[in-house]
Every structure is written in C-alpha cells, then in structure tokens.
C-alpha cells in the first residue's frame, strides 16, 4: 500500500477482530468474524439487508456486547471501552440510522460535536470543503434538510474531530448518484491526504468497491467470502448478493 500525502505512512494493523461473535439477550448475530484492517486502508464490508453489518459496527464501538473474542485497536484490547471514549480517541462514526437533531440547526448538530465552539472553525474547514452547502446554510433545521443532505452532514460531522479511523453505516443509501459521487470523493480523500482508515458498510456495490482496496461479504452474520480488488472482483461480489 502506498503512503499518503501529509505525510502519514500505510501499512501497520490498525483495528483487528478476532473472532468476534456478538448479538442481542440470547440471540447471536455476528458470528466468529476475524478481520484486521490496516493503518490507511478502506475496507468495504458489504451484504444484504439484516445479515449484521450495523451489528457489527456497533460491536466495534462498544455498544453491543461481545459474546466471544476481541477486538484490538492499535494493538491495544477495546474491551470494556466505552464508546464515547473510543470516539474521542479517534474514532469517528457515522451511523445509519436518525444520527441528527432534527429540531437543531446545521451550527447546532455540529456544535454538539465539539467540545468547545472555538473549535468550530478549525474543524469545520475540512468538512465544509466536501459539502459547500454547510457553510452556506448553518442556521437552517437538519430536520428540513434532504436525505441526501442529511448523509452529507452526518458524515461532516463524524469528520470534526480529525479521525484516524471512520466507521461509516450505509452512507449511499437511498442517494442519487451525484451525491454518492461526491461522498465517493470525500471518503477519498480522507485516506489519501490525511490517511485516515476507513470501515464502511454498504449494499450498495458499486459505490463501494469504487472506494474500498479490500472487501467482505457478511452473510448471517458470518464472512462468506472476502478478497481485494481484481478484474473478476465485481462479478464475485454480485454472486453472493443475489436473492
Ligand atoms: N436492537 C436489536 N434487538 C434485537 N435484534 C436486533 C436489534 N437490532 C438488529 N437486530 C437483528 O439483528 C440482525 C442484523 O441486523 P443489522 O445488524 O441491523 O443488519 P444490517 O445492518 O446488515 O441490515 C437482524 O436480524 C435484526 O433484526
Ligand atoms: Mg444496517
């Protein structure tokens, strides 16, 4: 893997699942997932609706209890880590479902990110240059905002702190394409300048392994298959997510 402008280097282990299971009172959902994902890379995991890819990001995070293995994060064990501290240490989400006070304006969903408003300029800026429309339109409800504008400024908002790891949910879902072009961009860029790692799930297929250097299909909870990006990647992807 290469090493990224800004001067930040490729190539360490980053975040590793080691058989991981985990799920909900009794019932277990993602099942014996091992997975190691390195400093710089974007890793897709993609597979149809409820076979636990939610489940396993906020398994990741700390939300969601594991059953059995570990998760590391530059080596070090998540365990009993609470999401937020994970989240301030570098870790940025951008969940999929209702992330935004939809009362609060744009300002205020992104205040509520920082720890003080005089940091709002300095981690605005980057955000800010993906989507434009931010900047232009602060005081405006995120509530009245599209779905596609909405995506846009979850994902803004899970940038603010300057991750080193981002851990996307369905960020393309339900989008026109023009938008998915520009998250493409951003995502992007997020690796390539500032070397930020990148996690995403996704259905969406095309977006996906347009962004992704590696990827997994999750099937019941479980990886079916995974691999990196070769001619014949596509057409192996879309077998397993066949009805
Ligand atoms: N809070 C919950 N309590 C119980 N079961 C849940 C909960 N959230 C999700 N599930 C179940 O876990 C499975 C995986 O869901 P999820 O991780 O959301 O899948 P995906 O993100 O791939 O669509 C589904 O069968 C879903 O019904
Ligand atoms: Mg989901």
Redesign the pocket.
């Known amino acids: 893997m290469r090493d990224g402008s800004n001067g930040w280097k490729a190539g360490d282990d980053l975040l590793k699942l080691s058989a991981v299971s985990s799920g909900?009172g009794a019932?277990t959902?993602v099942k014996d997932i091992s997975l190691t994902i390195k400093r710089g890379e974007i890793f897709a995991v993609m597979?149809k609706?409820?076979?636990?890819?939610?489940?396993?990001l906020k398994t990741i995070l700390g939300f969601i209890e594991l059953k059995a293995g570990d998760v590391t994060l530059e080596g070090a064990s998540l365990r009993g880590v609470a999401p937020a501290k994970l989240i301030a240490s570098g870790v940025a989400y951008a969940p999929?479902d209702q992330p935004l006070f939809q009362d609060l304006s744009i300002r205020d969903n992104i205040r509520l990110a920082l720890r003080s408003d005089r940091e709002f300029k300095n981690a605005s800026e980057r955000a800010f240059s993906y989507f434009p429309f931010l900047r232009d339109r602060l005081g405006q409800k995120a509530g009245t905002l599209s779905g596609g504008e909405q995506k846009m400024l979850t994902l803004a908002r899970s940038l603010m702190h300057q991750p080193k790891m981002l851990l996307v949910d369905e960020v393309s879902e339900g989008l026109q394409p023009s938008v998915v072009d520009r998250i493409a961009a951003a995502l992007k860029n997020e690796r390539d300048a500032n070397g930020v790692t990148i996690l995403m799930?996704e259905q969406n297929l095309d977006f996906a392994l347009r962004v992704a250097d590696r990827w997994a299909i999750?099937k019941l909870g479980a990886i079916d298959d995974q691999g990196g990006m070769e001619s014949n990647t596509r057409e192996r992807v879309l077998e397993h997510l066949k009805i």
């Open positions: 909900y019932v959902i597979g609706n409820g076979m636990g890819k939610t489940t396993l999929q799930v999750l």
